[in-house]
């Protein structure tokens, strides 16, 4: 079964298999996974996963996203960002870099 994710009007992604590049733990459900990190950006839905066995934080490959609305994906992007003051995130790049980051600071963290 994929995962599905959406946006009501404006994006979904869906994936359809899921790795942990960390410990290989894989999985087609959300039970193994938490995706809570998960990024709405300017390309879409960029989901992000936390695994729940090695506390691995990472953006599986394949995800295919999908823009039903850009304007409106956009708008919704720039609204959420200034309501949670938090800095906008364009695409899976910037999404990328900050699921590195989270890493190395949950590495940092456990030392
Ligand atoms: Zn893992």
Excluded: W
Excluded at 39 to 51: A, D, P
Aim: hydrophobic share 35%; with cysteine; charged share 30%.
């Amino acid at each position: 079964m994929a995962l599905k994710f959406r946006l009501k009007g404006l994006a979904e992604t869906f994936i359809d298999h899921i790795q942990c590049p960390g410990c290989g733990k894989c999985d087609s459900d959300d039970t193994s996974f938490s995706t809570e990190y998960t990024r709405v950006t300017f390309e879409g839905i960029i989901v992000v996963v936390q695994c729940q066995v090695c506390a691995e934080i990472f953006v599986p490959d394949r995800q295919r996203c999908g823009i039903i609305d850009s304007k409106e994906l956009r708008k919704a992007v720039e609204k959420d960002a200034q309501e949670n003051e938090e800095p906008l995130l364009s695409g899976l790049e910037a999404v990328l870099l900050s699921a590195e980051r989270m890493n190395a600071m949950r590495k940092g963290e456990l030392h």
